[in-house]
């Protein structure tokens, strides 16, 4: 994976020019709202991938990258508009850069621009799963089951399963619709046969015992099994005479079938079932509305697979598109309800009319032989319609268009004196000889036994197709599952690791819960030994940021494992309490060495606390004073505040140099006393006065160095008692100086007569703060030294360990041990 | 490390295994893996393809 060292945007967003240099390392970057921090993680958003997050999904209609990716007032020249990353790829140990412009986002140019590049640019495509937003970070533990399953599989680059998974479901419905109606075809022409034959089941005994007395009457040998597909032998004497020849026992029953199928009960039943569902509806118009808008959504839902709505084409992200359906599908949960039962509804009647259609095949060819063709050719009409009209059956659309038809959906009326025509004319068959129906009745005997084996191989076919379906399916299914289940367990106690480490003062116990499920992931987490629960049941808000927080960072973990090299936190602690928020600082930088973040806040609190943890160096720490249209973020750090002072200096601009000096201190003195825990007084407001936080640091710092002093000398290390007593020397003679030059400071910003100072006035005011802050900086790293552990101190410390002094006494034992080796 | 990447690799191995292991299914595996291999062009039909022409010999007979 990769890291940054160098972001370079121009034309971006809100900004005009800036460069930063993380250089590998973590990097923060602090200023109230509307300062221009989010830029800079659109800019690395877009870099990576050609995409901006931000400008998709809710109320980011007809936003785009490419009209407004780039500054305001750079859209006539989007080339100009662009963002060049210098990255280090830690496996390959190979520095790249990136640079991609406004004008062609999906052509990034690359320096070395070689396959290696390629490939690892290709690893980011339209995913933006390294950065984690504010907005976003809810959407792991308040989602629902079936949305986190869709989003969780994503990040952990899983969604190629559940595509395959719901392929597979598709083709198993299809091969059951396909086994279903070969099975009504068998059972159909079963049923024909049996009528014929007049016998109970279609055992090989019970055909045999209804054919061979008729062969017997022929003069033939009764068959002994049905390995003949006919049951007359082909060379009997008058076999063509039979042809078009009725049965008219057969013909009779075969009449009687069909019209009871016209008029059976289950066709009334479920036409009135429809009917009456579509009332219910007529009476509710925001019912039919959002039924309609149901079916849309499951619609929509299913054919999500790109960043674009299925429906209307408008540019989304699939995941706003995936969460927009389910909770659309979710408000017209009623709806769904209703859907479902005009469907059942509408099932039953198709197959009722399916019956009708296959009893009247026999009607037909009975006409046909009859010669009453034009009776033969309206039923075949009617059939079709029926056929034709059973089909619209299948959507809520076709329902309603066939709405009024539905009362007397199967309508053969018209026919009615053609049928009784039929029946008449099959009445009035003259008696065939003995002989003559027997070859008749075996003829047609022959047919319909054909068409049962023919009916039977197809549905043995279908069914086996289908079992193949249903074995693909299940067997992915369980092996998926049991796959996601072992990965979901390491992910949710890497989750719950981290949540315990930032909550271990009251949810040491804490445990969570990941539970897969065809397509839904539900999270439960335990509360206070009360039991498992959804995160949002009873967890405040800072909790819940808390579990967002740490089950990305578990999923990131599972991704990546020790490949993890960069992620992007965007304003993302908002409700965790600052006690909380240091917590965070130590989980990130104990459990992600290796990683660089980026870390955007409006926290002053949270900012310092990460250069104090050590998270990050202060050299890469940058603060957004304020922002304008014209110029961009103002961005300063602590470095920068002295050049900044002597730039204004060297201009003759005495105010502002005090102005920005004052708001310096403002900045560091509660940073420096929050280091050496030194002691106020209690404000309710925690605003403490500038001269009372000084003293409190002086104190706080000279006591340390006291102790650090005679701690050195017990422990026998001369060379450190003195390196204390030195800058405790040094603290010593300062202060009077600070002293005497901060009432400039003041009097200057309030612009009062007597201060009226020139440049030659304010240096010994500037030498004097900078004097005071070095006593609490390390030479080398200039963090500010802190007294560490909080509580029980023991040691006087900089974050890179070149300032170490011990301030707590050897014990007795460990005095003997220092007797002995001196 | 736990590649994701990996972990589908994983399921789609063990799945065909699943599907070898089974005498009445094992001419799926070939086809099949085939299939998984271009998982981001499958379609059902594909798959019911697969159903349907595999084994042909052991389909039921007209009788």
Not at chain 1, 332 to 339: L, M, Y
Request: charged fraction near 25%.
């Amino acid at each position: 994976m990769i890291q940054i060292e160098e972001i370079k945007i121009e034309n971006f967003r809100g900004i005009r020019e800036l460069t930063l240099q993380p250089n590998r390392k973590s990097f923060a970057i602090q200023g109230p709202n509307a300062s221009g921090k989010s830029c800079v993680v659109d800019a690395i958003e877009f870099a990576l991938t050609g995409n901006l997050s931000r400008l998709a999904g809710d109320g980011t209609a007809g936003l785009s990258v490419g009209s407004h990716g780039m500054h305001v007032d750079s859209r006539k020249n989007p080339a100009a508009s662009k963002v060049s990353m210098r990255l280090y790829h830690s496996r390959s140990k190979e520095v790249f850069t990136i640079t991609r412009c406004l004008d062609k986002p999906s052509q990034p140019k690359l320096k070395p621009d070689t396959p290696a590049t390629r490939a690892l640019l290709a690893q980011f495509g339209r995913r933006d799963e390294i950065t984690l937003t504010r907005r976003q970070i809810a959407k792991y533990v308040l989602v629902q089951a079936t949305q986190r399953s869709t989003d969780v599989q994503n990040l952990l680059r899983l969604d190629c399963i559940g595509s395959i998974r719901k392929t597979m479901a598709s083709a198993e419905r299809k091969c059951q619709t396909n086994a279903a109606t070969a099975g009504k075809e068998l059972k159909s022409s079963a049923e024909l046969l049996q009528r014929h034959l007049q016998v109970d089941s279609l055992t090989p005994d019970a055909i045999l015992a209804a054919i061979n007395p008729k062969r017997i009457q022929l003069g033939l040998v009764p068959l002994g099994d049905l390995e003949s597909i006919s049951f007359l032998d082909p060379d009997t004497q008058g076999l063509e005479q039979t042809s078009g020849h009725v049965v008219r026992l057969t013909a009779l029953r075969d009449l009687q079938a069909f019209r009871e199928a016209t008029s059976s009960p289950e066709l009334a039943r479920a036409s009135q079932a429809i009917v009456q569902t579509l009332r219910v509806l007529d009476l509710d118009p925001k019912l039919n509305l959002k039924l309609r808008s149901h079916k849309l959504f499951e619609l929509g839902l299913e054919l999500a697979e790109e960043d674009s709505c299925p429906l209307c084409e408008s540019p989304r992200s699939l995941e706003e598109l995936r969460a927009h359906f389910t909770k659309k599908l979710e408000q017209s949960k009623r709806a769904g309800q209703i859907a479902k039962a005009i469907a059942e509804s509408a099932n039953e009647l198709r197959d009722a009319c399916f019956d009708v259609v296959l009893k009247a095949r026999p009607i037909v060819e009975l006409a046909k032989r009859l010669k009453l063709d034009e009776f033969s050719l309206k039923l075949e009409i009617s059939t079709s319609s029926l056929q034709s009209k059973s089909d619209l059956l299948h959507n809520l659309d076709g329902i309603s268009a066939i709405r009024e038809q539905l009362v007397s959906f199967v309508d053969f009326s018209g026919l009615d004196s053609d049928l009784a025509h039929l029946g008449r004319t099959i009445e009035r068959l003259p008696d065939q000889s003995a002989t003559l129906e027997a070859m008749s009745f075996l003829t047609l005997a022959s047919e319909r036994f054909t068409n049962v084996c023919k009916r039977q191989a197809e549905q043995k076919r279908s069914q086996k197709i289908l079992d193949r379906a249903q074995f693909v399916h299940r067997t992915y299914s369980d092996v998926s599952q049991a796959e996601l289940e072992t990965l979901y367990r390491s992910v949710e106690k890497t989750f719950a690791d981290a949540y315990r480490s930032l909550h271990h003062e009251d949810e040491s116990t804490f445990t969570a819960r990941l539970t897969p499920d065809e397509g839904r992931l539900d999270l439960d987490v335990e509360f206070f030994g009360r039991g498992m629960f959804p995160p949002g049941a009873y967890h405040s808000e800072g909790h819940q940021d808390s579990m967002g927080l740490c089950l990305y960072l578990a999923l990131m973990q599972q991704v990546f494992g020790d490949e993890l090299r960069l992620v992007v936190l965007d304003d993302v602690v908002m409700s965790v309490d600052s006690s909380h928020r240091r917590a965070i600082c130590e989980l990130l930088k104990n459990w992600f060495p290796d990683t660089q973040f980026i870390i955007t806040t409006h926290e002053e609190i949270w900012f310092y606390q990460m250069q104090t943890v050590g998270l990050i160096d202060r050299k890469n720490a940058r603060i957004f004073q304020s922002w304008s249209v014209d110029h961009g973020p103002v961005v300063s750090d602590a470095v920068e505040t002295w050049s900044q002072i002597d730039a204004f200096l060297t201009a003759g601009n005495v105010p502002s140099a005090s102005l920005t000096l004052r708001r310096h201190l403002e900045r560091v003195l509660p940073q420096i006393a929050d280091a050496l825990g030194a002691e106020t007084s209690f404000r309710l407001d925690n605003k403490h006065d500038l001269g009372e936080l000084k003293t409190a640091c002086y104190v706080r710092l000279k006591e340390t160095l006291h102790q650090a002093a005679a701690a050195a000398k017990e422990w026998a290390d001369l060379d450190m008692a003195l390196a204390a007593e030195d800058l405790l020397q040094t603290l010593t003679n300062i202060i009077p100086e600070y002293d005497k030059e901060s009432k400039y400071v003041t009097a200057t910003i309030h612009d009062n007569a007597w201060a009226k100072l020139v440049k030659q006035d304010f240096l010994p005011v500037v030498q004097a703060f900078k004097d005071f802050s070095a006593c609490f900086q390390c030479p080398r790293c200039k963090d500010w030294i802190k007294r560490t552990p909080r509580q029980s101190s023991k040691k006087l410390e900089c974050n890179c360990g070149f300032t170490n002094f011990a301030i707590t006494k050897p014990s007795a034992e460990q005095k003997a041990t220092l007797g002995k080796v001196g | 490390m736990s590649d994701s990447k990996d972990i589908t690799a994983r399921v789609h191995a063990a799945f065909l295994q699943e599907i070898l292991n089974n005498p009445s299914y094992s001419e799926l595996e070939i086809p099949l893996r085939s299939l998984l291999a271009s998982e981001s062009t499958m379609k059902p039909e594909g798959l019911i393809k697969i159903y349907e022409q595999t084994n042909v010999n052991q389909l039921p007979e007209s009788k």
